[in-house]
């Protein structure tokens, strides 16, 4: 995939340098993180000087806000109240932990071995103790690991607030260089590639842990979105709803290429169709409550994508009525960006929400502006996503 991307770009340097800056700044949105302002860049003081015959300390390279962290390939089995430090990129070092429990494990198939982190709230409301935990899968974005996105978009802060359980697998690097999940994979789309692994994933935290089965949901932003939805969408009886940041459409791309075109264009009437062909797979598909999150000003995965997310949707859900529409305006001092909200009913049920939020770029919408790949002013995209499931089971 790679070679064709590099070939291309050959092609449009010969061509055009602007045409082939454009190209390579797509290539590069794919195989990276999704881009929030980066934070300030602090000086290192200068080392003290080993001897007095040596004038000035030696340079020290700083990495770049985007380059990985090493993690850890054997993640810790014991139970942590906090991310500890060989899985946790250090610039989140100063985030107050939750109270629960911060739990390190890996899921094991005869072909992969993928890691992943758990939060289970310290004090549960009194139902959740008796029907168990609502748990809600989160899914990262290229580049970052899922400690990273955990404290990003502190997911874990408002689970202990309104008694979720979160799960969040890490993609393999050994799979994707940049830990992408292949969302563009035709494979993929039709439910293989990583999707078994993180289902059965599922299924083994189901089965250690007290979680209601009613109430199991999946999130993500990004190329974490795009994978979310491939899951909810080929296993529709397990997931109660979606809830997309920044997501590429359904169903399109199937190459580095394509995926390109889509998260510019998006996928034109291949949109409609990628949903007529998951109805057509199940018959008795129940429906797919989402909650798609978008900013306005995202150049690397463009809202045309939320726009057929949003057909997608209605079609998915069998919803023809007009939206609801709410104008929320900009905060005090800039904490809030103005957005719209398009809520689609069935009767009084609320089963699509669709937030457009002004100034947004490609980041999580309130998120911790101390990780890269977060911005600063809300809304609180998590507060959000955790509202929208608490409205819905699977029966």
Sequence with gaps: MKKAASSLLRTLVRSGTRQSRSVSKL????????AAAKPKRKRKPAAKVAKPAKPAAPRVRVATPLAAPRVRTTPPAAPDATIR?????????????????????????????MSYWLYLPNNPPEETQRKGLPLLVMLHGCHQTATQFAQGTRMNQWAEQMGYAVLY?????????????????????????DVPTIVGMIGKV???????????????????????????????QLFAAVGLHSG????????TIGALGVMQHGAATRSEAAAQEVLTRHPQF??????????EGDQVVRP??????????????????????????????????AHQLHDFYEGRKLLLRVARIADLEHAWSGGDPALAFNAKAGPDASKMMLEFFSRHRRT
Excluded at 215 to 226: D, H, L, M, N, V
Aim: aromatic share 6%; glycine share 10%.
């Design 206 to 236: 189901m089965t250690q842990y007290a979680i209601d089965r009613s109430r199991i949901y999946i999130a993500g932003i990004s190329a974490g979105a795009g994978m979310a939805n491939i899951i909810a969408l080929n296993h529709p």
């Design 304 to 337: 045309i994508n939320q726009l057929q997310l949003l057909r997608q949707s209605r079609l998915l859900n069998n919803l023809s009525a007009a939206p609801k529409i709410t104008h929320k305006p900009q905060g005090r001092g800039g904490r809030h960006n």
């Design 286 to 295: 129940p429906g797919m409550p989402a909650i798609l999150i978008q900013g």
């Design 169 to 193: 697998p890490q993609q393999l690097v050994s799979v994707q260089a940049q830990r992408c999940w292949k969302w563009y994979d035709r494979a993929t789309q039709e439910g293989g590639g």
């Design 27 to 34: 290539v590069t949105a794919l195989f990276s993180a999704p």
């Design 85 to 113: 430090r060989s899985a946790a990129p250090s610039p989140a070092a100063h985030v107050p932990p939750s109270p629960g429990k911060w739990l390190a494990s890996h899921y094991a198939t005869p072909t992969r071995r």
């Design 248 to 255: 590429p459409v359904f169903g399109a791309g199937h190459n």
